[in-house]
């Protein structure tokens, strides 16, 4: 019944409007602080404590910690191992990353233009984050996933990581994407299968990603069972990127993931 509930209450164009947000600069609000207990070597978060050659130092506390921790995420390159891709995967082309959150994660992909979608962008700015120091390297667009200000068929790749249940409508995100991603443009996008929570208020499943993608030829390439902190979750990997764009990182084609 509490479920219920608040899958309802998450729903609803009140919350979307007046919660949702909050609640997300919130959590990136308790990450920074996290960020920077991480620099000054007090608590441990993702990556082993950084050294005196690896730290930023020519800013303020919150910024070096913050600029510390893109540099080493960015050497750990995340985006690449969840995404199966290399950094020479977009070369040449122009890449959007929707819903791309307070880190300049696109900074992994080399060679191509890079622009990060994200309608918080600003107020990541505000609370901290230091985006403007990547803007000769990135695009930064402060907009929603429904409505992005680009021309139609304006990119040749489209990729997303853990954000898509995060918009306030998925349909017409997915409409969007469509738009501004080329006839032919690779779609490769990491989603979440989960009960609604107060800032991921979608139930995605594999029914939803084929209504709204299938006509791009997307395919699954990867399923992992309770990934991304979702108890009785699934995460999965949707893409319809040519083989030669994939990297392996399992021993394997990534096209065979889901047989290993």
Known sequence: MI?????????????????????????????????????????????????????????????????????VENNH????????????????????????????????????????????IEAYKAVGFPLAQFETEIE????????????????????????????????KTAQEIRRVLKPEGVLHILVNYHKPTATEPHILNDRTIERCFGALGVRKLSEVEGAWGFNGGRTLLWSNAPETMLRDYCGVPASCALDH
């Open 140 to 171: 930064f667009l402060n907009a929603k996933s429904e409505a992005i200000p680009v021309a139609d068929g304006f990119f040749d790749a489209v990729i997303s990581r853990n954000a898509l249940d995060h918009v306030d409508d998925f349909t």
């Open 3 to 71: 479920q219920t509930f608040k899958s309802i209450l998450y729903s609803t164009k009140v919350w979307h409007a007046s919660f949702k947000n909050r609640n997300e600069l919130r959590h990136w609000k308790d990450r920074r602080k996290s960020i920077i207990k991480w620099y000054r070597g007090e608590e441990k978060y993702l990556f082993p404590f950084p050294n005196a050659q690896v730290k930023v130092s020519n800013f303020d506390e919150g910024t070096n910690a913050l600029l510390t921790f893109i540099n």
């Open 77 to 120: 390159a995340s985006y690449l191992s969840d995404l199966l891709l290399r950094k020479d995967s977009f070369e040449g082309m122009k890449v959007a990353d929707i819903g791309s959150g307070p880190f300049p994660t696109l900074l992994v992909f080399e060679n191509c233009e890079r622009y990060c979608v994200d309608h918080l």
